[in-house]
């Protein structure tokens, strides 16, 4: 690809928003000229992700139903950032309210565009080490989590069973599970 791939934004309308969801319809023409009519998008807040290890060598995941798959999910604590939040500070916090550990060794690991043909959202992953459960969940109203904790082989089963299905989320799994040395791809 050239210097010139951009696309050129001709008219943007918003064709639903609420609360933190907002869905646009754009008119775009492309670097040869030809005009792309309804490109439409999602904008939401940018999100985090907590890979959390615990001082014992447990990896914390949380369980909860998802109404859009109608399926009970296995997936990495985390959530929205808050506008002006800083995504570390975010991820600490949700690291906390849905999981009730706490650590000072946080580090970011990844940070991806979870669909870049769709939406304009970065997700943050961090990797947490020795982490201790210091308080009670504090969940937002319409969540219910359950918290379980996985040993080395009990996640390396959950994975090749394909039991973890957040896309996004396993790549930040399988980045933080190479980096403390649980995988390894050697080849």
């Keep these: 690809m050239d ?40 904008e939401v807040p940018d999100w985090v992700n907590c890979i959390i290890i615990t001082a014992d060598e447990k990896l914390v995941l949380i ?59 970065t997700a943050y992953f961090y990797l947490v080490t020795n982490a201790v459960k210091t308080k009670q969940q504090q969940f937002d109203e319409f969540e219910e989590v359950e918290v379980e904790l996985f040993d080395k082989l009990a996640i390396q089963k959950l994975l090749s069973s394909n039991s973890m299905q957040h896309g996004v989320q396993i790549g930040g799994l399988y980045k933080a599970l190479e980096k403390i040395g649980w995988i390894n791809w050697s080849y």
């Design 3 to 42: 210097a010139d791939y951009r696309w050129k934004q001709l008219s943007s309308k918003i064709v639903f928003q609420q609360s933190w969801f907002k869905t646009k319809v754009d008119t775009c023409e492309l670097p040869d000229g030809r005009v792309f009519d309804s490109y439409f998008t999602v």
């Design 63 to 121: 369980k909860q139903y998802r109404y859009p798959v109608n399926k009970i999910t296995y997936e990495l604590p985390g959530g929205l950032i808050e506008k002006g939040e800083d995504p570390m500070q975010a991820a600490l916090r949700e690291m906390q309210e849905e999981t009730g550990y706490s650590s000072n060794n946080i580090e970011l690991i990844l940070t991806v565009a979870p669909n870049p043909a769709l939406q304009n959202t």
